[in-house]
C-alpha cells in the first residue's frame, strides 16, 4: 500500500471507528510506531482528528460523530440477517434489553407479535417500534436524547439496572478484539452498557448475546464494557476469523452465523 493509500485509509479508519488506539492502528496497518505517527502527523493538519493520549480521536468540533444514518447503510443486509436471528430467540415471558446501535436496531423489523414480554431499550427506532405491539411492555431508559445515534442516554443512578431482572441481554458493539474484549466510543452509552453487564454478574439468569457483523472482529474503540466470555452467544454475519472460534469454543460460547441462519458445531456447556 502507498503511503499515501495508507493515509487515506487510517483516517477512513479513524472517522468509523471515532477513538483508537496507537497499538490499534499499527497492528491493523502492520506499521512501526514512528511510521504510524508520520502518518498522523499529515492527518492532524486538517483539524479533522486531535491526539489524545495513548490514541487519536475525531475532532468532534470539526466533525462529529457519523451520522446513523451512514452507519446503517454499511453492510445493512448484514445487520438484517443479525436482527432476525436476534429476534427469534425471544421467548414467551422475557424480560429482555435491547442496546442500541444499528445493529441492535434490526431486530425492530422482526419483533414478534404472537408471544407477550418486556422490552427494555433506549433506541429511538426499538421503541417506535415496540409502542405499535399490544404484546410488548415497553421500559424506556436515558433522558438525554443523541440525534446522531438515535438513542437515549444518561441516568440519573447508577444502579438503575439493579432493579431489572433481565434474564436477556442483546448487546451491540463497535469493535471486538482478543486482547481488548467488547468496546465502544461513546461514553454515555458506554455507562448503560456497563451497568447491564455488571447486572448478570450478580444474576445468573441473564444471558448476554453479542450482536456484531463480521467487520468488527479484530478492532478496538476507546472504551471496554465487556469481556468476551461475559457473553454466551455471539451472533455475526459471514465467517469469523479462526483464532476467534478457537477462543468461542474454548469458552463455551456460541457462535450463530447468521446468513447460514444455523449453528456450528459447538456444544455450550450451561
Known amino acids: ?66 451520522d446513523y444514518t451512514e452507519r446503517k447503510s454499511k453492510t445493512s443486509k448484514d445487520k438484517i440477517s443479525i436482527g432476525k436471528v436476534a ?9 429482555i434489553f435491547l442496546d442500541s446501535g444499528t445493529t441492535t436496531d434490526a431486530i425492530s423489523n422482526f419483533l414478534p407479535r404472537n408471544i407477550s414480554y418486556t422490552l427494555i431499550t433506549n433506541s429511538l427506532q426499538l421503541i417506535v417500534a415496540a409502542s405499535e405491539l399490544s404484546n410488548v411492555k415497553l421500559l424506556i431508559i436515558g433522558n438525554q436524547f443523541n440525534p446522531k445515534t438515535q438513542s437515549f442516554t444518561g441516568t440519573d443512578e447508577d444502579t438503575l439496572f439493579n ?71 455471539i451472533i455475526t454475519s459471514g465467517e469469523a476469523p479462526l483464532k476467534y472460534k478457537e477462543y468461542f469454543e474454548k469458552n463455551n460460547i456460541e457462535l450463530i452465523n447468521s446468513h447460514l441462519k444455523t449453528k456450528p458445531s459447538v456444544n455450550p456447556h450451561k
Open 163 to 233: 432493579k431489572y431482572n433481565i434474564n436477556k441481554a442483546f448487546m451491540s458493539a463497535t469493535g471486538i478484539s482478543l486482547n481488548n474484549g467488547v468496546t465502544n466510543s461513546e461514553f454515555n452509552e458506554f455507562k448503560i452498557k456497563s451497568q447491564v453487564l455488571t447486572k448478570s454478574l450478580s444474576n445468573p439468569n441473564q444471558e448476554n448475546i453479542l450482536l456484531i457483523d463480521h467487520t468488527k472482529f479484530d478492532r478496538t474503540a476507546l472504551l471496554t464494557y465487556a469481556q468476551i466470555n461475559q457473553f454466551s452467544k
Open 87 to 95: 429476534a427469534s430467540l425471544f421467548e414467551s415471558g422475557d424480560l
Open 1 to 66: 500500500m502507498l503511503k499515501e493509500e495508507r493515509i487515506s485509509a487510517i483516517a477512513d479508519y479513524i472517522k468509523e471507528m471515532q477513538t483508537v488506539s496507537m497499538a490499534d492502528l499499527v497492528n491493523r496497518f502492520g506499521v512501526s510506531p514512528n511510521t504510524l505517527r508520520r502518518d498522523l502527523s499529515k492527518l492532524l493538519e486538517n483539524g479533522n482528528f486531535k491526539k489524545i493520549y495513548g490514541g487519536v480521536t475525531v475532532n468532534n468540533n470539526n466533525k462529529s460523530l457519523i
